[in-house]
């Protein structure tokens, strides 16, 4: 399938397409956590409602977060930028982890801080670097106890996708190359692919050869100054822009009814809530005012 020759809608009018085909079928199932939240941003400036909520599911004024800004790579003063916000936004406890030595990773003196913390913040870079430093280690494990203790995990960027299973963009070579030598992500948000930065870097078709080889995954493409809010199988659209699913289930219900895939995604505004395990949209209640 060449989707790039299809043309869909004006990208530019942002047209919001209902899911009626998602409905419709059901398939192999994502999975969000059983405790706690994911806040999964699509980079650039994320807005104050963000921060806001992230600190909130983190435990407010009682928050301790811990921020892993290894992505960056050797330089990771820009973390200090995000430890400035997230105190201005009301955390009582910001720590700075990081390393790039496996070894180090496994010392309990190292991973000390993710035992009592209550939020992890993944900042953006290149999102193999998470995988080569923690992947596989007991501070990837403590990772994970932040979400069973009812805490929150979120990022930024390549902080977003080493939230999915399938980690898109990991190739050491180039963030261009969608499926490369990194593969696995950390799989909070399970049998899913997250793309970032999708409208503002014109990346809404980049996800599409990934789902066609891996047609079980369920493709989230979020863009700038946006997030997902993932609540075991509940996800919300929070911020300024869209983000965009993609569901091989639905190409194959397309070309059932119509002889072809007309709709290789579509996109969830601000708001919209979606059921990532069946795949479909959550109507939202409307209350009368009569």
Not at 127 to 137: E, N, S
Not at 191 to 201: E, K, S
Request: glycine share 12%.
């Amino acid at each position: 399938m060449h989707f790039r020759n299809i043309l869909l809608f004006p990208i530019l009018l942002l047209v919001i397409i209902d899911s009626t085909w998602a409905q419709k079928i059901s398939g192999p199932q994502t999975k969000g956590p059983e405790n706690g939240s994911l806040l999964i941003c699509g980079g650039g400036a994320l807005g104050p409602e963000i921060w806001e909520k992230f600190v909130a599911l983190a435990g407010g004024e009682n928050a301790r977060i811990v921020i892993i800004p290894t992505a960056l790579g050797d330089d990771i003063s820009g973390a200090n930028g995000t430890l400035n916000t997230l105190k201005k936004t009301g955390a009582a406890s910001v720590t700075i982890l990081h390393t790039t030595d496996p070894k180090e990773a496994s010392k309990p003196t190292f991973y000390a801080p993710l035992q009592t913390a209550t939020g992890v913040w993944f900042s953006g870079g290149r999102q193999w670097r998470i995988v080569d430093a923690y992947g596989g280690t007991p501070t990837q494990k403590e990772i994970e106890k932040v979400l069973d203790r009812g805490g929150v995990i979120g990022g930024s960027s390549a902080g977003a996708t080493i939230q999915g299973s399938y980690l898109v963009r990991g190739d050491t070579r180039g963030n261009t190359l969608m499926m490369g030598d990194h593969t696995v992500g950390f799989g909070y948000l399970k049998n899913a692919a997250i793309d970032q930065h999708v409208m503002r870097r014109n990346r809404q078709f980049d996800l599409i050869p990934v789902i066609e080889k891996y047609p079980e995954l369920l493709g989230i493409g979020i863009d700038e100054s946006t997030g997902i809010l993932i609540q075991k199988n509940k996800l919300e659209v929070i911020g300024k822009s869209y983000v965009a699913v993609y569901d091989a289930q639905t190409w194959e219900m397309q070309k059932k009814e119509t002889g072809k895939v007309q709709q290789p995604f579509y996109f969830l505004s601000p708001g919209q809530q979606f059921d990532v395990a069946e795949r479909k949209l959550i109507a939202r209640n409307i209350q009368s005012t009569d």
